[in-house]
């Protein structure tokens, strides 16, 4: 409830802008028999397969680990993106994901 979440972070958690932040913690601790961080790489593997993306020869970075400050939501980029040379050979990609 909105008491328990202030009594907890303080008024600014009452904020918009603040009240997804403050409450992913203990969202994440309600969902973690369901999404098990132990699944996280095989979840990320399947999905992607589904959606016919493949990684061919690629570096995938992946920095799944819940730190403070770090924001809750899913991100990737592609500083390296997949491109076929002049000569006719692959370059493959370099992926982060946090």
């Known amino acids: 409830s909105r008491k328990e979440l202030e009594a ?3 008024s600014d958690a009452l904020e918009p802008w603040n009240t997804s932040f403050k409450l992913a913690g203990s969202v994440m ?3 973690d028999p369901y999404f098990p961080f132990s699944k996280a790489p095989e979840r990320y593997v399947r ?3 589904k ?3 493949k990684y061919e020869g690629s570096t995938m970075n992946l920095d799944l ?6 924001y809750s939501n899913g991100f990737c980029h ?3 993106v997949a491109w076929i040379k002049p000569d006719g050979t692959w370059q493959p990609s370099t992926a982060n994901f946090t």
């Not at 680990?65 to 770090?70: A, M, P, S, V």
Request: hydrophobic share 30%; no cysteine; net charge positive.
């Open 29 to 31: 601790e309600k969902m």
């Open 51 to 53: 959606m016919n993306i």
């Open 78 to 80: 592609w500083p390296q």
């Open 8 to 10: 907890r972070h303080g």
């Open 47 to 49: 999905s992607y397969a």
């Open 65 to 70: 680990l819940e730190r403070k400050n770090k």
